[in-house]
């Protein structure tokens, strides 16, 4: 499976500012899109933001105009600005890969340990 390495998450006043950083190990694996979901204490995990290899995005409604996804295919890795955070924003976020294993051909989906981000009113 491929490892995923996250970074950037921490407390933040609301209307604050936070970069969260997202590293896949190279390996045999090729990678067609990465993204962030986040999870609330009680809610089920959802889609905050995802890109294809080919760059098409897609965002969550509720992040819309504030989140912006970018990715660096060469580094395989994928990165999320926040701004103006509300304190509903306020989940553990999973970086997530999915892909295909170059070797057997069999697709795979990965997922970060998380980290938190918490935005107080």
């Known amino acids: 499976q491929v490892q995923l390495e996250e970074s950037g998450g921490g407390l933040v006043q609301v209307g604050g500012s936070l970069r969260l950083s997202c590293a896949a190990s190279?390996?045999?694996?090729?990678?067609?899109?990465m993204g962030w979901f986040r999870q609330a204490p009680g809610k089920q995990r959802e889609l905050v933001a995802v890109?294809?290899?080919?760059?098409?995005?897609t965002y969550a409604d509720s992040v819309k105009g504030r989140f912006t996804i970018s990715g660096d295919n060469a580094r395989n890795m994928v990165s999320l600005q926040m701004n103006s955070l509300k304190p509903e924003d306020t989940a553990v976020y999973y970086c997530?890969?999915?892909?295909?294993?170059?070797?057997?051909?069999?697709?795979?989906?990965?997922w970060g340990q998380g980290t938190q981000v918490t935005v107080s009113s």
């Open positions: 890109i294809t290899r080919g760059g098409s995005t």
């Open positions: 190279r390996s045999i694996f090729s990678i067609n899109r």
């Open positions: 997530n890969a999915d892909g295909q294993n170059l070797v057997t051909s069999r697709p795979f989906i990965s």
